[in-house]
């Protein structure tokens, strides 16, 4: 096993008024412990390409799913072992077709995967065979009207076996305008929800249209799922929506952090007619306050979310959908939110020098991922109070 560990102690001290829980720990006072550790992948390759856009996790953290786009295999991950447990390969076309790729997935159980792309959806046991097609079709569905072209964005999450899907909806071709969702495949039934002061939020899209391409920017949106909870949130601000998959009612939830603002400040561009312009633009809206979406720790039943602020890039032709993690980094945001998400307390981590991406909790610390010379690594953060 390749286990690279790199011990480092960090103690960052800041006052912060915690008017929350007056009979709790300083929240604000933490110190961070942390080493980096490798999967050990023995004669197989861990493609890390796209780094873990395309995973899901089982719900103990003690495996993660990985899509290799290029091998077309299920990349099986045991975390506690920290080894490649094995590569599921997987058939394009036929009968057990995924189709021509693997936008996003979400694991049912410990049998049964639901692998997504733009043709549509099929729920798949962990050999590569396909057990059904989950199939969007306009004309075939009640509720709430399908519109044409309207896909799950990555990712949703499958309940009732499958047989349910809570998600995103949205035509990626023609609108940047996504819905909070429920389709029932057995009922035939569709649910848009209506999210409570959604028109009050400082969203923002920006267009661009010139003889070089096409395309739309705007703030990413996330689906989480903690315990018979859906939680929408952000990169644009700290709102969130908490949708109760008991009642299927939607309420909002809202926390202003003292050491940076709440939200971007918005007055971009709706439309630009260069790419050199909509460089520009992106480098403003990266520069202000972006949030990650939140971490759950079962433990200590508290939430975690990052949030950072970017530098300018130095050159001018950097890839136009480089993201905003990627980067050079400003600043750096812990945030702490109880169970209620009333915020606890705040830290600023700018030493760390970079973003933590595609991070959660397992064995009482932050997990977060980090490419260790085209190895599959991990950084392991423990938090303690003061």
């Known amino acids: 096993m390749k286990n690279i ?9 800041f006052s912060c008024d915690n008017s929350v ?51 077309f295999t299920l990349d099986i991950i045991g975390l506690d072992e920290l080894v490649l447990e094995r590569k599921v390969p997987f ?27 733009f043709q549509g959806m099929g729920i798949f046991d962990l050999n590569g065979k396909k057990l059904s097609d989950l199939k969007l079709e306009k004309d075939k569905f009640e509720g709430d009207s399908l519109l044409e072209g309207e896909i799950f ?14 998600g995103l909806l949205l035509n990626p071709w023609k609108s940047a305008k996504k819905s909070m969702s429920k389709v ?27 003889d070089q391409m096409m395309t739309t920017i705007t703030s990413e949106k996330t689906i989480q799922k903690f315990g018979n909870k859906l939680v929408l949130s952000s990169t644009g601000y700290t709102d969130l929506y908490i949708l109760d998959l008991e009642n299927d009612s939607v309420y909002h939830v809202d926390y202003s952090p003292q050491l940076s603002a709440k939200a971007k400040k918005g007055g971009y561009p709706s439309e630009v007619k260069s790419v050199e312009h909509l460089r520009e633009v992106i480098q403003g809206i990266h520069a202000e306050i972006n949030f990650q979406p939140l971490i759950w720790d079962e433990i200590k039943k508290i939430f975690y979310r990052f949030s950072f602020e970017t530098s300018p890039m ?27 998400f009333n915020l606890l307390g705040e830290s600023d981590l700018s030493h760390l020098g970079s973003v933590p991406t595609y991070a959660f909790v397992k064995d009482g610390k932050i997990w ?16 303690n109070y003061e």
Do not use: C, H
């Open 91 to 117: 058939d394009k076309e036929g009968p057990n077709g995924v189709g021509s790729n693997v936008n996003w997935m979400s694991l049912l159980d410990d049998n049964q995967i639901l692998l997504a792309n």
């Open 184 to 210: 029932d495949f057995e009922s035939k039934t569709i649910k848009k929800m209506t999210l409570p002061g959604e028109a009050e939020l400082p969203e923002y899209t920006v267009e661009l249209n010139s």
């Open 368 to 383: 977060y991922y980090v490419n260790v010379d085209d190895e599959l690594g991990f950084v392991r953060m423990s938090i």
């Open 21 to 71: 829980k007056e009979d709790v720990k300083d929240y604000s006072k933490i110190t961070l412990t942390m080493d980096t550790v490798v999967v050990d992948s023995g004669d197989e390759i861990i493609n890390l390409k796209g780094g873990l856009w395309s995973s899901t996790m089982n719900s103990d953290k003690s495996k993660l799913y990985l899509w290799d786009f290029q091998a």
């Open 5 to 13: 560990l790199f011990p480092i102690s960090m103690l960052f001290l």
């Open 314 to 340: 130095e050159n001018t032709d950097w890839p136009l959908f480089l993201s905003a993690e990627e980067k050079p980094l400003s600043k750096l945001y812990l945030s702490i939110l109880d169970e209620d």
């Open 153 to 166: 964005q990555n990712k949703s999450f499958p309940i009732a076996g499958g047989s349910v899907v809570y």
